[in-house]
């Protein structure tokens, strides 16, 4: 009898650890999808924006036919934000090197500059839309160089800027200051939006995080977690300043 209770407890705890195995496996699997679900909700926020450019400047070259100067100038938009375009599907259809933490970074010197005015022509659109004023200043550089990857950058300071139009009033005003930091370039990016409540500074830069008085938008959830592993594998890091009603200041720090 006592073999048979004993054989009993056994079979039973073999069956309960392969019920609680395949629970857990369930609850993964759940989690898997809906990480997925929520990360091409998210990621629909980030592609809006170099799409509604392409859109836009579009229109304009087509309507404008006869001036060519301008219909240049709206080719060289098109082709920068087509290629911020394909560096965010890229990032779509490869998700499983993004969710373990695996993008591969190109480091390299890159021109400041040319990223700058790249940023600033795929984001001026939104901004005109919004009649928004918009700054750029640089302040003793005396490098325009940074070691980073030009693609991952131009991703991380569109985030940071489309998200600056987006949560920020029409009127409003959105600026980029680039100065030196110790060893680093710092870029400032300041915007007169909602703000963020002291309580939440770190929590925007976790994956799917989407604060209560945004959480009827799209985007926030994952672009803010995206631009802060890519500066901080090359690196450099990223604070955030804001006040709730009055704004919110992004500074990311480059290495020189």
């Not at 170099?50 to 100038?73: D, R």
């Not at 911020?84 to 998700?95: Q, T």
């Not at 001026?124 to 200043?137: A, Y």
Request: glycine letters at 6%; proline letters at 2%; charged letters at 20%.
């Amino acid at each position: 009898l006592l073999v048979l209770l004993v054989v009993f407890a056994v079979y039973l705890y073999m069956t309960w650890r392969q019920l609680r195995d395949l629970d857990y496996a369930r609850q993964e699997a759940e989690r898997a999808n809906k990480a997925k679900s929520e990360f091409l909700s998210n990621m629909s926020h980030d592609i809006r924006t170099p799409m509604n450019a392409i859109v836009g400047m579009t229109s304009i070259a087509s309507a404008n036919l006869e001036n060519t100067k301008q219909v240049q100038n709206c080719l060289k938009k098109i082709t920068l934000s087509s290629k911020h375009l394909l560096g965010l599907i890229n990032d779509v259809l490869d998700m499983s090197k993004i969710e373990n933490g695996k993008m591969t970074l190109n480091i390299d010197q890159v021109s400041l500059r040319e990223v700058l005015d790249g940023i600033v022509s795929i984001v001026q659109p939104q901004v005109s839309e919004k009649n928004q004023r918009f700054d750029l200043s640089v302040h003793d550089i005396s490098a325009e160089n940074v070691f980073c990857d030009s693609v991952r950058l131009n991703q991380v300071l569109l985030n940071l800027l489309s998200n600056a139009v987006k949560y920020t009033p029409k009127g409003g005003s959105i600026s980029i200051r680039v100065r030196p930091w110790q060893f680093y370039t710092r870029i400032d990016i300041t915007d007169t939006g909602i703000g963020i409540a002291a309580g939440h500074y770190n929590d925007v830069f976790q994956r799917f995080y989407r604060a209560e008085e945004v959480a009827a938008e799209e985007g926030v959830g994952l672009g803010l977690y995206l631009a802060n592993g890519i500066v901080t594998r090359q690196k450099g890091y990223i604070s955030v300043k804001s006040k709730v009603g009055e704004g919110t200041t992004f500074s990311v720090y480059l290495l020189s």
